[in-house]
């Protein structure tokens, strides 16, 4: 039986690296699939992993229907055994029933990735929505880290060096700032005791290199 598998981590877990290598075995035993994803950071069309690896892709756009791109598919003739679908965290309530559809109705494995919260700690609405309906949704086992050196379980996002709790949820390239150039936008995975506080590896590491007061009373 097809199902719908959700893998999900921070980032830096490895999820791109794991749906390369999952279709890479898929593909090796001679099974045919299609690999989708949303705003990498490759630019449009393309999954890429932090490791180096790069495969082209299927961009997923907020109009694209995956229920009717496989039935067109297998209309004129082609195969489709699996789909591989990195950055889910980007996919639509709509785009995620559809893939459980396309596992439900025509039997073809669906294997997710993606981030479950955003900056903010909010679930993400394409990852809401396997969560719900998922057959399986695993964690990966490669654990990324804070700086601190404890694992790493929220997305941070900062802004000319600074984080952020509020805007918009996906920025893709620069935040424009009403005067002035525009913000350098990074992100950064912390532990919940350093994300509560605001705490980043450069802020962390200011403060520590902040001098001394002298023991001069």
């Not at 097809?2 to 090796?28: C, I, P, R, V, Y």
């Not at 950071?41 to 495969?55: D, N, W």
């Not at 955003?118 to 695993?138: C, H, I, K, P």
Request: hydrophobic share 40%.
């Amino acid at each position: 039986m097809a199902e719908l598998t959700f893998w999900t981590g921070t980032m830096d877990a490895g999820k791109s690296t794991l749906a390369l290598q999952t279709n890479h075995n898929h593909a090796a035993r001679g099974r045919s699939g299609r690999i989708f994803t949303c705003n990498d950071r490759a630019g449009e069309a393309h999954i890429s992993s932090r490791l180096g690896l790069t495969h082209d892709a299927i961009e997923v756009t907020p109009g694209f229907d995956f229920w009717r791109f496989v039935v067109d598919s297998l209309t004129q003739g082609g195969r489709i055994d699996y789909l591989i679908c990195d950055e889910v965290q980007f996919y639509s309530r709509d785009q995620v029933d559809a893939l459980a559809k396309v596992v439900d109705e025509l039997q073809i494995d669906v294997f997710c990735f993606g981030i479950l919260t955003d900056f903010r700690t909010q679930l993400f609405v394409g990852s809401q929505r396997l969560v719900e309906l998922a057959d399986r949704t695993e964690v990966l086992q490669v654990e990324a880290l804070c700086w601190c050196g404890k694992r790493a379980t929220h997305n941070a996002r900062t802004e000319d060096g600074v984080m952020v709790t509020e805007g918009e949820v996906i920025v893709v390239g620069d935040v424009e700032a009403q005067d002035g150039p525009p913000a350098e936008v990074a992100y950064e995975v912390l532990c919940r005791q350093h994300h509560r506080r605001k705490l980043t590896a450069a802020r962390a590491k200011a403060v520590s290199l902040a001098p001394e007061p002298l023991p001069f009373g």
